[in-house]
């Protein structure tokens, strides 16, 4: 897959997990375009908890990322 196909399949599994707001990020490198070479694909996102008001005056946020890292397949 390109780099394009790789970051639009991890857009359709991330926003099936989101309830709303913005999209993750996605970034995806490669070490090389032949088989057995390295691909990573890193996801970030912004998680902000939602609290229920009277209980804390700003919203809390965690930043979440994900890497996940496979040699290409011959195609």
């Known amino acids: 897959a390109t780099d394009t ?3 639009q399949a991890a857009d ?3 926003v099936s997990l989101m309830d709303s707001g913005p999209l993750p990020t996605v970034s995806v490198t490669r070490a090389g375009t032949n088989p ?3 691909v990573t694909v ?3 996102h912004t998680f ?3 609290l229920l008001p009277g209980f804390a005056s ?3 946020s965690l930043n979440l990322v994900a890497t996940v890292r ?3 397949l011959p195609t």
């Open 58 to 60: 700003s919203a809390a």
């Open 5 to 7: 196909e790789a970051q």
């Open 36 to 38: 057995g070479d390295q």
């Open 12 to 14: 359709r599994v991330t």
């Open 70 to 72: 496979m040699n290409m």
């Open 48 to 50: 902000t908890f939602r």
């Open 42 to 44: 890193t996801i970030n």
